[in-house]
């Protein structure tokens, strides 16, 4: 099971649709979803169900061409870091790893030097490297690095394991669930894969052709 979490939401979306603007179509619909501190979820559906748009609307940043109408309720001053499917995709390619970390966020090399050491990559040796100079499984961990740097109360991640290897994948998600154990952030990752939910000790949150249904989700409440 999850771990329990209390109860004062960081998002909640209640009576919440998103539609295309173009046609009108309804490409999401969720009655009620909640996230809580601390809690872990994970977000599973088909190819196309509304996995990403759900991610989208829980950050309240639509990709253009849709529409939201409903109520999402965000906690003040919510932080939230976010973790794409390929951790390139969160860098810039041409500025060296450490550099980037310490701008984007603005901590110190010290604490971007913990922070890489706590998902297993030494700043020293990888600091001055570029994006391309690191393989796909390094980048991945120097995006969760990013994604936790801003001290988030919430990390979202859009399919973070499928590009890796499976011990790519074990490894990462260890340290997504080591990092929200010490940090004390929600975690919310869409995933195709069933395995992601019990690495990441987990509740379940459905997209069932563009309609959420809240499983056995701890920390996320209907
Ligand atoms: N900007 C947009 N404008 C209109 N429709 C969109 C837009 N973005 C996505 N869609 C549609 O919304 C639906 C849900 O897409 P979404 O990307 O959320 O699916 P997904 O579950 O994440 O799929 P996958 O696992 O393949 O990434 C799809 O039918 C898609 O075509």
Do not use: W, Y
């Not at 973790?83 to 810039?92: F, N, S």
Request: aromatic fraction near 0%; glycine fraction near 12%; charge should be positive.
């Amino acid at each position: 099971m999850a771990r329990s979490a209390p109860s004062t939401p960081l998002l909640s979306l209640r009576g919440v649709s998103v539609t295309a603007r173009r046609t009108g179509e309804t490409l999401l619909a969720i009655p009620a979803l909640a996230v809580v501190p601390g809690s872990r979820t994970v977000v599973m559906g088909l190819s196309g169900a509304g996995k990403s748009m759900l991610l989208s609307t829980l950050t309240g940043r639509l990709p253009g061409g849709v529409v939201l109408a409903g109520t999402r309720t965000a906690a003040d001053r919510l932080r939230i870091g976010f973790v794409p499917q390929r951790g390139a995709e969160a860098l810039h390619p041409l500025l060296p790893i450490g550099k980037q970390l310490r701008a984007v966020t603005g901590s110190s090399a010290a604490r971007v030097a913990r922070v890489l050491a706590d998902v297993g990559l030494d700043a020293g040796a990888l600091g001055r490297r570029r994006p391309a100079e690191l393989s796909g499984g390094q980048l991945q961990r120097v995006a969760i690095s990013l994604a936790f740097l801003g001290s988030p109360a919430l990390v979202i991640a859009d399919e973070p394991t499928s590009a890796l290897d499976n011990t790519s994948r074990d490894e990462t998600l260890a340290m997504l669930r080591g990092l929200s154990d010490t940090t004390g952030s929600a975690l919310v990752v869409a995933t195709h894969d069933p395995l992601v939910q019990s690495g990441l000790d987990a509740g379940l949150v459905r997209v069932e052709a563009g309609r959420v249904c809240v499983g056995d989700a701890a920390g996320v409440a209907a």
